[in-house]
């Protein structure tokens, strides 16, 4: 059964910085991109970035470049999101996906995913 668990969120100030994680298992990690999305109250959701687990390649969305760095650890079948100068705008449930291929192919449609974490909530106070 495929798995994945976010945590790391939380309430920070304007400016400040988290670090979200999400766990994998149920499924060869090396062999599937991973990505992480946002939905905020009344949005749809979005996606923020995604790598690559077979050759390490990212991709991330205008409006977090510079600001967000998506990185993974396959020895412990985890991807990180580091979020920096965090801004109110940021304040939505984050979530990773598992990509349905080994790429990050159309990376930032949510129906290129087939298996979504539960959410870990960013709060951005001003």
């Known amino acids: 059964e495929v798995q994945l668990v976010e945590s790391g969120g939380g309430l920070v100030q304007a400016g400040g910085s988290l670090r979200l994680s999400c766990a994998a298992s149920?499924?060869?990690?090396?062999?599937?991109?991973i990505a992480w999305f946002r939905q905020a109250p009344g949005k749809e959701r979005e996606g923020v970035a995604c790598i690559n687990n077979s050759d390490g390649s990212t991709y991330s969305a205008d409006s977090v470049k510079g600001r967000f760095t998506i990185s993974s650890d396959n020895a412990k079948n985890t991807v990180y999101l580091q979020v920096n100068s965090l801004k109110p705008e940021d304040t939505a449930v984050y979530y990773c996906a598992k990509h349905r291929s080994y790429s990050c192919n159309r990376w930032n449609e949510v129906l290129t995913y087939d298996s979504w974490g539960q959410g870990t909530q960013v709060t951005v106070s001003s």
């Open positions: 149920g499924f060869t990690f090396d062999d599937y991109g």
